[in-house]
C-alpha cells in the first residue's frame, strides 16, 4: 500500500512541473512565418512579431498555433509564452455581449463615449444664502423624544 502511494505521489509531482499544451504565444524574434505542415514545408501565413497566437497542441520542437492570420506550425525554439501579471484579473470583453439585471430597481445611467458632450454641475458656491435657519441637533433630539 505504500509503494502504490509513493508511485501515485511521483506521477503527481511529475506531472504538476510538466508545461501545458494550451496558452498563449507570441514571436521570439520579429514576424514569422507559420507552415502547414511541421518542418516548414509550404507557408501558410506570416503573423507578426506582436501578434498573440493560441497555442494548440505541440510535437517535437513544432508547436501548431492559431493565429490572426491562419493556422499553422512554427519552431518552438522561435515562440514563448505569454504569462499574465501576478494579481491581474482583469477581463477582456472585446466581442462579449454583457447582459446585466439589477435586484433593486433603481436609477442606472450609462454614459456614451461622448463625455466632451457632458457639461457637468459646478457647485464652487457659498450655499449659506439658501439657508433659512439653523438647526440645534439637540434641540431636535429633544423635540421629537429622541433623547
Known amino acids: 500500500m505504500k509503494k502504490m502511494a509513493l508511485i501515485l505521489l511521483v506521477f503527481l509531482v511529475a506531472f504538476s512541473f510538466a ?13 514569422i512565418e507559420l507552415s502547414k505542415a511541421k518542418g516548414g514545408s509550404e507557408m ?3 503573423a507578426g512579431f506582436n501578434d498573440e497566437m493560441q497555442l494548440l497542441r505541440m ?4 508547436a501548431l498555433v492559431k493565429a490572426s492570420c491562419g493556422q499553422g506550425w512554427a519552431p518552438m525554439g522561435d515562440l514563448e509564452r505569454i504569462q499574465a501579471a501576478a494579481g491581474d484579473k482583469s ?5 462579449v455581449d454583457v447582459l446585466g439585471w439589477i435586484d433593486n430597481p433603481s436609477a ?3 454614459l456614451d463615449n461622448n463625455m466632451n ?31
Open 44 to 46: 501558410v501565413c506570416t
Open 108 to 110: 442606472v445611467f450609462v
Open 117 to 147: 458632450d457632458f457639461a457637468g454641475v459646478n457647485i464652487d458656491r457659498d450655499f449659506k444664502e439658501y439657508l433659512q435657519h439653523t438647526m440645534d441637533r439637540e434641540q431636535m433630539e429633544m423635540k421629537n423624544n429622541e433623547n
Open 91 to 95: 477581463m477582456q470583453l472585446d466581442q
Open 59 to 62: 510535437e517535437d520542437s513544432w
Open 19 to 31: 508545461a501545458p499544451a494550451t496558452g498563449k504565444v507570441k514571436s521570439k524574434r520579429g514576424d
